[in-house]
C-alpha cells in the first residue's frame, strides 16, 4: 500500500508520515499508524490511523498466506512541502 502521498499533518511543515505498528492497537498518540490484523487464515486487515487520534481512517483486506511485515506499507517519516 503506497501511503508516501497522504500528509498526516498538512499545517506543519514538512510530512510527518506514518509509523508501522504491526498488529498492535492503535494509540491516540497524534502519530499516524498504518497495522496489520489477522481476519482468518489468508486474510489479513490493513488499516491506517490517518490523524493519531486512535480510530481507523482507512483499511483494505489483503488475501495472502504470507506473515504481514513493514515492507507491505510505502511510507515516508519525513517530505520536505513543495514550494
Given amino acids: 500500500m503506497d501511503l508516501r502521498l ?16 504491526g498488529g498492535a492497537a492503535f494509540g491516540a498518540t497524534g502519530v499516524a499508524q498504518p497495522r496489520v490484523t489477522a481476519i482468518k487464515a489468508g486474510v ?10 486512535g480510530t481507523t481512517d ?5 488475501h495472502t498466506a504470507a506473515a ?8 515516508v517519516t519525513w ?5
Avoid at 489479513?44 to 487520534?53: F, I, M, S
Avoid at 482507512?58 to 489483503?62: G, P, Y
Avoid at 504481514?68 to 511510507?75: Q, R, S, T
Avoid at 517530505?79 to 514550494?83: D, G, N, S, V
Fill in 6 to 21: 497522504i500528509d498526516t499533518d498538512p499545517v506543519a511543515p514538512l510530512d510527518q508520515g506514518f509509523t508501522y505498528i
Fill in 44 to 53: 489479513q486487515l490493513a488499516e491506517g490511523d490517518v490523524n493519531g487520534d
Fill in 58 to 62: 482507512l483499511a483494505v483486506e489483503i
Fill in 68 to 75: 504481514p511485515v513493514a515492507g507491505w506499507f510505502l511510507i
Fill in 79 to 83: 517530505r520536505p512541502m513543495a514550494r
